[in-house]
């Protein structure tokens, strides 16, 4: 993980309620449209008129943490200046324009209303930036983030997210870089209102566990959320 991982690792805790779980995570800017960068590239100018933002899909809120962005690699600087927030049930469609790694996301809402933000899904100063320009569009356009965010909203289990990776509690995210829980294991699992529960595996696919619960029933979680019971 970046420096920038870490440090939006460090901020999600003051940032996410009770339940929020995090799905992906970019590195994400407003800024002009492509023929205004040709025409301002490499200006002062230019730079003036972006604004970076870290991007935090949850299975309740779309995140924007406001950052500054660094003059000589473009990347966000480990500030946060404030927080924009869309509820994600307002997300109609998710649109992509641009080409190469000068992508455009736009945000179709219910009341009409968009949010347009470029993305650069080659940079790595956040891990998840490529996966969240792949799979959220996909993840809106499928019902699947209405329904994380109506078992959010009944503080049910989230149903086997796509989550970016490193964005789990810290223990989790050792355990599942050590190896994996076999059929049968006995294991804790980080469940999305916050608390630890006792869980049986049942059985492992895409990077995520199906746990059977202590009350008989059965939810996915991702690996990065099952540690040693």
């Known amino acids: 993980m970046s420096k920038q991982d870490d440090y939006l690792q460090s901020q999600l805790p003051q940032i996410l309620q009770p339940g929020e779980q995090v799905l992906h995570a970019a590195y ?36 924007l943490i406001r950052t500054n962005m660094s003059f000589w690699t473009g990347g966000p600087k480990l500030l946060n200046l404030g927080i924009e927030e869309y509820d994600v049930r307002q997300i109609q469609n998710v649109t992509v324009s641009g080409f190469a790694n000068n992508r455009s996301m736009t945000f179709h809402l219910a009341d009409g209303s968009k949010q347009t933000l470029r993305i650069s899904p080659w940079f790595k100063q956040i891990a998840g930036t490529k996966m969240f320009f792949e799979q959220v569009p996909g993840l809106v356009s499928s019902g699947q983030l209405a329904q994380l965010a109506a078992g959010a909203g009944q503080g049910g289990y989230a149903q086997m997210p796509q989550q970016a990776g490193g964005y789990g509690p810290p223990a989790q995210q050792q355990q599942q870089q050590q190896g994996g829980f076999p059929p049968g294991a006995r294991v804790q699992v980080f469940a999305p209102d916050g608390n630890r529960y006792p869980a049986t595996i049942v059985q492992a696919q895409g990077g995520h566990y199906l746990c059977g619960m202590p009350d008989g029933s059965q939810h996915w979680f991702p690996a990065q959320n099952v540690g040693p019971g």
């Open 28 to 63: 994400m800017r407003r800024q002009p449209g492509l023929l205004m960068q040709l025409l301002l590239v490499g200006g002062l100018l230019l730079f003036l008129m972006t604004k970076a933002y870290y991007a935090v899909l949850t299975n309740r809120r779309l995140i």
